[in-house]
């Protein structure tokens, strides 16, 4: 039986997000720990980032270390996992242009993971070479062929992702098994591991938004203080029709309740039931259903349900930032982490391009492979 290997990572185009969190990152390190793999990398994709955001190269550089910071005080283990920069694994960039010609132009346009992207930053279809802004850079576009050379680079078997990259899995299982019936076996094919709890699929911004975003600035950030953390919950999005107390509320599509879906524990109510306790009403809650049955009849304040909401993120962001502050004092050793995890990495990806380049019968100077090169030709020429 093969190997089990995970690739994953994200774009370094700012700190990581709560929804990042629990989208992909708490994942990581629950499967890292779990002893089921052999191999696990963990990509910052300063290459995908450059994609649009290249005339200001300085942001990518200087946010590569906020991510590994991220990475690290979330609870990655170099020790377990290898954590490395993408741009310096040249293999990839290789990997990406063999890749190419196996990906129609129609077929990009298809993919709802790129459109959304596109929109989302108002990139025009069209482009008349007077703005280079206006129309969306080729390497954006090309971005699921990229993230295939990534995931195969590594032979990855697993990649646990958020539910918006679902459709670049199955564009990079496309590109594998048409590679594979091309050429011969050589890549293996990836499957992707969403998150098990259904409000970490893809958690939405402080204002309601389908999703959190660093551009449109509803997000909550691993890094952010406790006050911080708190003046961003006191101004969220809840349900308009809930104007008075007395009202009942709705809790589908309601943002408190889906950050506390994702991140309460039953050991939170007794660590933060006076959340529930006022002047006026006091209310003894032992699970979040009984908040959310409470909340639906009416009597239940927006704001107890956001003080109780603080109190479990804060329960989970605090040791977060403690780890963060120290890493924080010592930088020569979160870049020594990435130095040995880059290296490990690029050690696996040229194997893989070595295969790759087998398969396709374009490794000339390989041991043996240029004299029965010279024969055969020397031979065809000689019978001319």
Sequence with gaps: MGKKIILTGDRPTGRLH????????????????????????IMIADAQALTDNADNPEK????IIEVALDYLSAGLDPGKCHLFIQSQVSELTELTFFYNNLVTVQRLQRNPTVKQEIKMRGFSESDD?????AGTPVGFFCYPISQAADITAFKATTVPVGEDQAPMIEQTREIVHKFNTTYGEALVMPDILLPD???CLRLPGTDGKAKMSKSLGNCIYLSDPAEVVWEKVRGMFTDPGHLQVSDP???????????LDAFCKPEHFEKFGECFVGKKVSFEFHSLDEVKAQYRAGGLGDMMVKKFLYEVLNDTLAPIRERRHALEQDIPYVYEVLRKGTEAAQAKAAETLAGVKRAMRINYFD???LDELIREQQEKYNNQ
């Design 129 to 133: 070479g007077s703005d280079n802004k």
């Design 197 to 199: 709890n259904a409000a």
């Design 249 to 259: 509320g709705k809790v589908e599509g309601n943002p408190v309740f889906t950050y």
């Design 367 to 369: 041991p043996g492979v």
């Design 60 to 63: 990518v550089r200087q946010n």
């Design 18 to 41: 709560i929804g990042h969190y629990v989208g992909s990152l708490r994942r990581r390190v629950e499967l890292q720990n779990s002893g089921e793999y052999d191999e696990i990398y």
